[in-house]
């Protein structure tokens, strides 16, 4: 399972330019109305294309597969992870995307809902982790709390912070679930879609770049062909 499910997030997206993304000044309502009009419109012909039987089923129950941190930056987008995330992502977004600000969300995931991935992903040219490692003393008091909670130095570069961050947050999961662990019921990854090139793997890539707290590629690969066999000789034992 876990085989299958870190094949898919490996794969190079490819960033799209948002449509008519140049052609608004935000903050004008007749952008937002027709906005809505437009969303309103795709969702008529999403619920059309996939049908009654589709949302049938979603209405049974969620069973995640993998429950997601991510940056609520616009640029970071579910469907280059998963082609049917509905029921398969369990997602939560926050600038930063720390765990400190969403840790119920989290415990719901993995606790209640059984994902066995969880899997958190910064991305380059982040915002957040530009205004934390910067003086953001000026900013609101609701922006400047959740910013106190990441920890990156001040001043340094924006894909050095995003790769610090992510293993920050990668050694609080552990942290947090360590026993889920040790017994294989969980794999932690952490990851930056770097849309910008700023790791020299490739436009548009998702990186890998913590597994379980290890950060050495061989022992990364360590942890997912452990876990791979783990899953193979429990499907075993269940059939």
Do not use: W
């Amino acid at each position: 399972m876990i085989k299958k499910q870190l094949a898919a997030l490996l794969f190079a997206a490819t960033l799209s330019t948002p449509f008519m993304a140049s052609a608004h000044e935000h903050g004008e309502a007749g952008v937002a109305r027709s906005f809505l009009k437009e969303i309103q419109s795709v969702e008529a012909a999403y619920a059309q294309q996939h049908g009654t039987t589709f949302f049938q089923e979603l209405s049974k129950g969620q069973h995640p597969r993998a429950t997601v941190v991510t940056c609520s930056d616009s640029r970071v987008h579910t469907n280059m992870l998963d082609q049917s995330p509905e029921g398969d992502l369990f997602m939560i977004r926050d600038i930063g995307n720390q765990i400190a600000t969403a840790r119920g969300s989290v415990e719901y995931g993995i606790n209640h809902l059984g994902s066995s991935l969880l899997l958190i992903i910064g991305h380059s040219r982040c915002g957040a982790i530009a205004a934390a490692s910067g003086d953001y003393s000026g900013l609101e008091p609701a922006i400047k709390k959740e910013l106190d909670t990441i920890k990156v130095g001040k001043g340094v570069a924006s894909i050095d912070g995003v790769k610090t961050n992510v293993n920050n947050q990668i050694a609080d999961a552990m942290e947090e679930y360590a026993e889920a662990v040790k017994e294989g019921h969980l794999v932690i990854v952490g990851a930056v879609y770097d849309f910008a090139d700023d790791m020299k793997q490739g436009s548009g890539k998702l990186n890998l770049i913590n597994v379980n707290g290890q950060t050495v590629a061989a022992k990364m690969q360590a942890e997912l062909v452990h876990k791979d066999i783990a899953d193979e000789n429990d499907s075993v034992k269940h059939h």
